[in-house]
DNA sequence: TCTTGAACCTGTAGTTACTATAGATTCTAT
DNA sequence: ATAGAATCTATAGTAACTACAGGTTCAAGA
């Protein structure tokens, strides 16, 4: 009879969150209600930490809770395929991407800066990091 | 005296934001209170719409409203002594840097998975996207 | 067994960066 | 002059937590 169990704390400490966070999972619908002790504690089972560990990491992958919603159904509804799972991170590694290019312009924005900074200050009208995010906007128009 | 002038509405527009995040950013201090009509309406310049631009850009970027603060003293305060300057210029650097990175290691990771996925072929009991966020627990156990 | 004190419970409030709504006022174009 | 679009202020709602408050339960030591 040693089916391991759990109490939140542990649960929390295994994938290192806090306890408030399992319990807003929970009332968001992502973490089922597990059992009770007499008293009201909640008992969890190791599949609970596999499910609340795969929260935590689509989290960290920038999914919404929302989007993880979406991807636990393909879990616990199996009647949907993996290609809707494909879709789903392909679409998040290009923002990703994008993400990645923008901060690369950033940065290089602001070693110029760096480079060129010689004790006067520059006017809104000739910042040199103003400028490297503005280009967007004149491609624009 | 054609000194092109804009309206709030016209400023949004411009940066393709919401009115009221122009607001929320005047309340939070990164765009400043501008002048106004005799009834009260706000006025904007070609350098508002500028620094508004560049306020998006850096949200886009991940910046928090407080780290964009840091920034645009750059701007607002362009008397800081070159070393102070460069000083925060480098360290913005290093934190894009961080985030570059970050987003890389994200991007590789979810590449990875897509890569592993054939698509449509197969049913949820065998995604490989779903198995490796489930991999990362037992590796901890 | 009895008793602490840590961990847990529910519920509410605070956080960030907006977004939406309400009700009043102002601007603009006919 | 007037309709209606845009703006004004202020407040409430959103996402995804985080942090209390104030009570109850559990586990370990005396």
Known sequence: MNTTQFS??????????KVETVHYYEK????PE???????HRIYALS???RLNFIRRCRELG???KQIRELLKFIDEPDHYCGEVKAM???QAREVQQKIDDLTRLKLALNEMVGQCKGSGYSIDDCPIIDALYIENNQLS
Chains 1, 2 share one sequence.
């Open 8 to 17: 939140i704390g542990q649960l929390a400490k295994q994938v290192k969150c």
């Open 28 to 31: 968001s619908g992502l973490m």
């Open 34 to 40: 597990p059992p009770r002790t007499e008293g009201g």
């Open 48 to 50: 609970h930490i596999k």
């Open 63 to 65: 999914f919404s809770i």
């Open 89 to 91: 991170a392909m679409l």
